[in-house]
């Protein structure tokens, strides 16, 4: 593994690159595709960019403070806490909700714009995570496992390249879903791209992640602040999807 270049972070290289992808391509897919104004997709996203870097620390930071029991919770773990992708999502997608709001815009086609950039956002930024040699998974026998340079040849779950290979699964069934709907001419005034990621991406933490170390584990179910992450966005997902689908169904004309 190559930890920088530079001096700089190939972990913070990747998911840079990775974030400044997403925000282009939905603005592109929300102005060209989903015929929102410049301006209104640009706001929106702004205050999405915003949630997630707030959401990345505040997860970042609790799964620090709950493997420590507590003993990170100074100054100094204010800036030394890494970031979390579970909440980064959660917190961003409620500050792009709320500015979509004040602005008064549909949020069902705003999140169908996002829904596909976000999958490949995290086919790439995890690939950071791999090079970097953070978030590695637990040691393992199986032909599957990686000797990272500071595991002293133990092999070890390479969870980073899993995520990685989730996200872009999901991103290219979206993209199926999107172009079968498209063909069909079905439009909904509800999200639908944006809810099957929810549930497909937080199944994937809440099950995936128990490869990984029990660092940061929290709560009466003993699961990670990631793995509460997918647990909630698995339930925003499958009750958005229905709801998109009832409206759908007593509106079949809109």
Same mark, same amino acid.
């Given at each position: 593994?190559?930890?920088?270049?530079?001096?700089?972070?190939?972990?913070?290289?990747?998911?840079?690159?990775?974030?400044?992808?997403?925000?282009?391509?939905?603005?592109?897919?929300?102005?060209?595709?989903?015929?929102?104004?410049?301006?209104?997709?640009?706001?929106?996203?702004?205050?999405?960019?915003?949630?997630?870097?707030?959401?990345?620390?505040?997860?970042?930071?609790?799964?620090?403070?709950?493997?420590?029991?507590?003993?990170?919770?100074?100054?100094?773990?204010?800036?030394? %806490?890494?970031?979390?992708?579970?909440? /980064?999502?959660? =917190?961003? &997608? *409620?500050?792009?909700?709320?500015?979509?709001? +004040? #602005? !008064?815009?549909?949020?069902?086609?705003?999140?169908?714009?996002?829904?596909?950039?976000?999958?490949?956002?995290?086919?790439?930024?995890?690939?950071?995570?791999?090079?970097?040699?953070?978030?590695?998974?637990?040691?393992?026998?199986?032909?599957?496992?990686?000797?990272?340079?500071?595991?002293?040849?133990?092999?070890?779950?390479? %969870?980073?390249?899993?995520?990685?290979? /989730?996200?872009? =699964?999901? &991103? *290219?069934?979206?993209?199926?879903?999107?172009? +079968? #709907? !498209?063909?069909?001419?079905?439009?909904?005034?509800?999200?639908?791209?944006?809810?099957?990621?929810?549930?497909?991406?937080?199944?994937?933490?809440?099950?995936?992640?128990?490869?990984?170390?029990?660092?940061?584990?929290?709560?009466?179910?003993?699961?990670?602040?990631?793995?509460?992450?997918?647990?909630?966005?698995?339930?925003?997902?499958?009750?958005?999807?229905?709801?998109?689908?009832? =409206?759908?169904?007593?509106?079949?004309?809109?």
């Amino acid at each position: 593994m190559y930890p920088s270049i530079w001096k700089i972070e190939l972990y913070y290289v990747f998911w840079g690159a990775a974030l400044c992808g997403m925000v282009w391509w939905t603005e592109r897919r929300a102005v060209r595709e989903y015929g929102f104004a410049d301006d209104d997709a640009r706001s929106v996203l702004l205050w999405s960019m915003c949630g997630v870097f707030i959401g990345a620390w505040a997860g970042g930071y609790a799964d620090k403070a709950a493997a420590s029991g507590g003993a990170a919770c100074g100054i100094s773990a204010l800036f030394n %806490s890494g970031l979390s992708s579970g909440p /980064a999502f959660i =917190a961003g &997608g *409620l500050c792009g909700l709320y500015k979509r709001r +004040r #602005r !008064a815009l549909p949020v069902g086609r705003f999140a169908d714009a996002a829904a596909i950039p976000a999958a490949f956002m995290i086919f790439v930024g995890r690939w950071g995570c791999f090079l970097q040699g953070c978030c590695v998974g637990l040691p393992t026998n199986s032909r599957l496992g990686v000797r990272f340079p500071f595991s002293h040849g133990v092999p070890l779950w390479p %969870s980073q390249i899993f995520e990685s290979a /989730a996200g872009l =699964a999901i &991103g *290219l069934l979206l993209i199926a879903v999107e172009k +079968r #709907r !498209a063909a069909r001419g079905m439009a909904f005034r509800g999200a639908v791209l944006l809810p099957v990621f929810l549930v497909l991406y937080g199944l994937y933490r809440v099950f995936f992640d128990f490869l990984r170390p029990k660092n940061g584990f929290v709560g009466f179910l003993a699961l990670s602040t990631a793995q509460y992450s997918g647990i909630i966005a698995v339930v925003i997902g499958i009750f958005w999807f229905i709801r998109t689908y009832s =409206a759908a169904a007593r509106n079949p004309d809109e």
